[in-house]
């Protein structure tokens, strides 16, 4: 499997994942960080062919849309 790894979340801070893979794609926060309610350090899994929105929320916390 692919990964990645958000830039530090920051308030109003925003990135765009598009996996043009053919297997899903781990998203990691930065150490200590989160994803939507995902618990800290854990990855959102994004599948093949889709993309996501990351906005940051707080300097420890992006949510996805």
């Known amino acids: 499997n ?7 979340a920051a ?6 994942v598009q996996n043009t893979g053919a ?9 200590g960080q989160a994803i939507d309610s995902l618990g800290t350090n854990n990855p959102y899994l994004l599948p ?3 993309a996501r929105d990351f ?6 916390t992006w949510f996805s849309k």
């Open 2 to 8: 692919d990964s990645v790894i958000l830039a530090a």
């Open 55 to 60: 906005w940051g929320s707080s300097t420890t």
């Open 23 to 31: 297997q899903t794609v781990a998203i990691y926060p930065q150490s």
């Open 11 to 16: 308030g109003g801070a925003h990135q765009v």
């Open 48 to 50: 093949a062919g889709a």
